[in-house]
T-cell receptor, first 112, second 112 residues
């Protein structure tokens, strides 16, 4: 299956700053990647679908101006959490679609 | 959208066979059934996928009755390292990710 990496694995930032999370496909060219958010003891919630070379598609209730997604190449999608607040603290996971969905290891964001 | 229902939690002991059943009464004709495993602070990992009858791979078996309204993930001879959350999802194999709904999964605890 496809190998997906995320960077950083965990990040702590101050409220009001922006944080960029990278999602890389190491051995698969992905025209579509997905971004999820998972709060403690809860399930994965799809935030947006990232499309290479075009605008991302956001799920209802997800602010596109707050969660900026850039899918600049077939192997890289980035999620930028702008003006982060403590309630944005969560576990962010990306995935790509191959024969099935392949997930990255996740990024733990803590906003102080 | 196909919704799934699973037990919230299960307990087992090392060496036992564990069967986790998932209900998906509204499964569509072109939907596949996929199971994922997730350890704390990690992205989900694909376990097995099937459409009907029985599928077996090196880690698990998936049993799907003729009406496809439920499925059972069977883990043979579990070990402590199988302690994780197991998610059952139904959706289009072609990867229409927007149709996938992640429930709370089944938290499996394997005891020594």
């Amino acid at each position: 299956g496809a190998v997906v990496s995320q960077h950083p694995s965990r990040v702590i930032c101050k409220s009001g700053t922006s944080v960029k999370i990278e999602c890389r496909s190491l051995d698969f060219q992905a025209t579509t990647m997905f971004w999820y958010r998972q709060f403690p003891k809860q399930s994965l919630m799809l935030m947006a679908t990232s499309n290479e070379g075009s605008k991302a598609t956001y799920e209802q209730g997800v602010e596109k101006d707050k969660f900026l997604i850039n899918h600049a190449s077939l192997t890289l999608s980035t999620l930028t959490v702008t003006s982060a607040h403590p309630e944005d603290s969560s576990f962010y996971i990306c995935s790509l679609q191959g024969e099935t969905q392949y997930f990255g290891p996740g990024t733990r964001l803590l906003v102080l | 959208l196909a919704k799934t229902t699973q037990p919230i939690s299960m307990d087992s002991y090392e060496g036992q066979e564990v069967n986790i059943t998932c209900s998906h009464n509204n499964i569509a004709t072109n939907d596949y059934i996929t199971w994922y495993q997730q350890f704390p602070s990690q992205g989900p990992r694909f376990i097995i996928q099937g459409y009907k009858t029985k599928v077996t791979n090196e880690v698990a078996s998936l049993f799907i009755p003729a009406d496809r309204k439920s499925s059972t993930l069977s883990l043979p001879r579990v070990s402590l390292s199988d302690t994780a959350v197991y998610y059952c999802l139904v959706g289009d194999q072609a990867g229409n990710n927007r149709k996938l709904i992640w429930g709370l999964g089944t938290s499996l605890a394997v005891n020594p």
